[in-house]
């Protein structure tokens, strides 16, 4: 069974702190993704990465960076969180080529004050 | 015209109905199209994919018409844990998937 996993189902995190968040896939997935999902908003691509240390940015990366430094994980980091980057973080894998379907993880709800 | 629109909805619906969505595309150079479901407060799982001619699973139709540029999702005889959010899902650029906002739907007994 496929699996897509992260490190926190909820975190809250202060104003200005760092904040790294995880992903691990257990399904030898060449493409990795970071989203935030936000009402009225939907599924927003922050960040995706299609093999060991590539990354290119999606829609929205301000404010955000990744690393990717071994095939199945696949890290989000915030520099200096902020208010506005409360959200739900979702993690998602597939096979390369653009044609598969996604495997998402259970995701973090992050909260910053 | 944006990427990838849907109907957010919501549509209530009784149980034993039929419901369809649509979900319009922008580009024509798409390749790939799909169905997620996304119940409340869990992450998106796939549904199913959808093909050129079409394809079935049980209660769930899904369609793509490519001249029109949309695809749909057809269920029938809805039940009470259809309720959900679908999610269509097009892919254009080669890595990138697009997601659209999705659509709501309540089934009620």
């Known amino acids: 069974d496929v699996k897509v996993t992260q490190s926190s189902r909820y975190l809250v995190k202060r104003t200005g702190e760092k904040v790294f968040l995880e992903c691990v896939q257990d399904?030898?997935?060449?493409?990795m993704f970071w989203y935030r999902q936000d009402p009225g908003l939907g599924l927003r691509l922050i960040y995706f990465s299609y093999d060991v240390k590539m990354k290119e940015k999606g829609d929205i990366p301000e404010g955000y960076s990744v690393s990717r430094e071994k095939k199945e994980r696949f890290s989000l980091i915030l520099e200096s969180a902020s208010t506005n980057q409360t959200s739900m973080y979702l993690c998602?894998?597939?096979?390369?080529?653009?044609?598969?379907?996604?495997?998402f993880g259970p995701g973090t709800r992050l909260t910053v004050t | 015209r944006k990427e990838v629109e849907q109907d957010p909805g919501p549509f209530n619906v009784p149980e034993g109905a039929t419901v369809a969505f649509n979900c319009t595309y922008s580009n024509s150079a798409s390749q790939s199209f799909f169905w997620y479901r996304q119940d409340c407060r869990k992450e998106p799982k796939l549904l199913m994919s959808?093909?050129?001619s079409g394809n079935e699973d049980g209660r769930f139709t899904a369609q793509l018409n490519r001249a029109s540029q949309y695809i749909s999702l057809l269920i029938r005889d809805s039940k009470l844990s259809d309720s959900a959010t679908y999610l269509c899902v097009v892919n254009i650029r080669k890595h990138t998937p697009v997601f659209g906002k999705g659509t709501r739907l309540s089934v009620i007994a």
């Open positions: 399904m030898d997935h060449e493409n």
């Open positions: 959808v093909y050129s």
């Open positions: 998602a894998s597939s096979l390369s080529g653009g044609n598969y379907e996604q495997y």
